[in-house]
């Protein structure tokens, strides 16, 4: 099976305002960007995604984390985003200096990172500017709140850190997309990751379950699951990213239990760098579920 256009691949629209069922950047919805590791091509997806994204109105990009910014200490790389007047970005002062793009301050939370005191900019001049966001994500989310409110931006992205889908939960009502990098001697285990991810991303969403559903309120870990009373019938957690079950455990306890959450975020589609493994055998180990969410790695290197 091909990857099909950059895609919301549940209903094979374009990922791109305007359509029935599409990505739809407007109304200042956010889209974060999370992968299974470093280097699995989130900022370049970012960076795909921003003419889109720009077709609703200026864009407002964040980072968590210093990630983006620890890429830009070695002076040879080039930064990480190439920003248009109108655009949103939160940087550092220092960052924001070397940046080739000009900006205006429209805030200075007066949070310190690892590369600087942060600060919020709208763009003036197109160029390139390097992310450098928070770690602390509630502060994150007061000043994505901010921009929303201010209507500094139609559309928000967030460059998130790897491995942390527990960072989608504090967005807010964000949808999001997943990157990896599978080559041969991963593909088992990055395919079994991902067809446990899009299994319980795609749980069906009940806020208020009935009285015989078994409501969890923590996380679900392994001990959790062996704990569960036996001859359950349906249990409801919090959201997908409170589960810490390995990807068999996942798949089994869904096989055994009918499960739903009480809040939904909504996968946009997997991003995969595939190395020395072709489109059909990536296709054929995802199965046929997973396979429907395939949207291409603008980093991808081709088998």
Request: aromatic fraction near 4%.
């Amino acid at each position: 099976m091909q990857e099909v256009p950059l895609s919301d691949s549940a209903t094979g629209a374009e990922l791109h305002p305007g359509k029935s069922g599409a990505w739809d950047p407007a109304g200042s919805s956010i889209t974060a960007i999370t992968g299974l590791e470093k280097g699995s091509g989130k900022t370049t997806l970012l960076n795909a995604l921003l003419p889109l994204a720009r077709r609703a109105g200026p864009a407002a990009l964040f980072s968590i984390g210093v990630d983006g910014g620890l890429k830009a200490r070695d002076a040879s790389r080039p930064a990480d985003v190439r920003v248009e007047p109108g655009d949103v970005v939160m940087t550092t002062d220092r960052f924001a200096r070397a940046s080739s793009a000009r900006l205006e301050i429209l805030d200075a939370p007066g949070e310190r990172a690892a590369l600087g005191h942060l600060v919020l900019g709208r763009v003036l001049r197109a160029g390139d500017v390097t992310l450098v966001g928070t770690q602390n994500l509630a502060s994150l989310s007061e000043t994505i709140d901010r921009v929303k409110t201010e209507g500094w931006a139609a559309a928000i992205l967030v460059d998130g850190a790897a491995s942390r889908l527990t960072q989608v939960g504090a967005l807010g009502d964000a949808k999001f997309l997943f990157t990896a990098r599978v080559d041969r001697g991963s593909l088992a285990r990055v395919a079994d990751r991902l067809r446990a991810l899009v299994a319980v991303a795609g749980l069906p969403v009940i806020p208020d379950p009935p009285p015989e559903t078994l409501r969890l309120d923590g996380p679900l870990t392994e001990e959790t699951v062996e704990a569960l009373p036996s001859g359950l019938t349906s249990l409801s957690i919090p959201d997908f990213t409170k589960s810490f079950l390995p990807p068999a455990l996942v798949l089994r306890l869904l096989d055994r239990v009918p499960c739903s959450v009480r809040r939904g975020f909504r996968l946009l589609g997997l991003a995969i760098v595939r190395r020395d493994v072709s489109s059909a055998e990536l296709s054929q180990h995802l199965g046929p579920v997973a396979s429907r969410m395939l949207v291409p790695n603008p980093y991808e290197v081709a088998a």
